[in-house]
């Protein structure tokens, strides 16, 4: 049996302000880390075989935190950035939504492309799925822990699971450091443990990118 977890980054200043992060590299600010510091001890707790992160410093970074207690390296993997929204990147969602009305109806509708360069869903389930199994590869069972992004993890998870986007819709976002589970044997395949956990300490909101 196989456990997987994919873990969302802590809080960065940009998920404050709600400006679109996408691939642009966003350091944690003092509650993301105050967030993964929370979050490392319980997941430490459930011995991973493996650390494996987006190569972005606010998922590598929020990973150091649990291989500083387990003593592993962390793996890194661009295949585990998040999203890359295209002409959004770097703009505040509102005025994203100002400067590209179609695009943005189109995306809070749940458009899987919908265009000023964001990236389609599906290349980026794909993407993100490549990179899970890889992670999961490294370990011969066990548990491996993943740290990402949570348009990342979403459709990471939806990819493992085989369920289409109009399904990950009606999921809810993951909080900042807070995890999806899932597991794997030889007669279920893959399927849903555990989503949205993490400490007690109530988070900010999550943000969509």
Do not use: Y
Not at 63 to 92: K, M
Not at 176 to 186: A, K, S, V
Request: with cysteine.
């Amino acid at each position: 049996m196989t456990r997987l977890i994919i873990w969302r980054h802590g809080n960065t200043d940009w998920n404050a302000a709600g400006r679109v992060q996408g691939q642009i590299d966003v350091p944690l600010n003092d509650l993301g880390r105050e967030q993964a510091s929370a979050a490392a001890p319980l997941l430490a707790a459930l011995r991973p075989a493996v650390v494996v992160a987006s190569d972005l410093s606010r998922a590598a970074d929020t990973a150091a935190t649990l291989t500083r207690l387990t003593g592993q390296p962390v793996r890194p993997d661009a295949r585990l950035r998040e999203r890359h929204f295209g002409q959004w990147q770097g703009l505040a969602l509102t005025d994203a939504a100002a400067r590209f009305p179609t695009e943005h109806a189109r995306w809070r509708a749940g458009d899987p492309d919908p265009g000023a360069g964001i990236e389609p869903l599906d290349d980026l389930g794909k993407r993100v799925g490549e990179a899970l199994l890889a992670a999961v590869e490294l370990a011969d069972g066990g548990t491996v822990v993943v740290a990402t992004h949570g348009g990342a993890a979403r459709q990471g998870v939806g990819q493992l699971l085989g369920w289409d986007h109009t399904v990950l819709r009606s999921i809810g976002s993951l909080a900042n450091c807070h995890w999806t589970e899932l597991r794997h044997n030889d007669l279920r395949g893959w399927h849903l443990r555990a989503h949205n956990v993490g400490p007690l300490t109530p988070p900010p909101p999550a943000e969509p990118v």
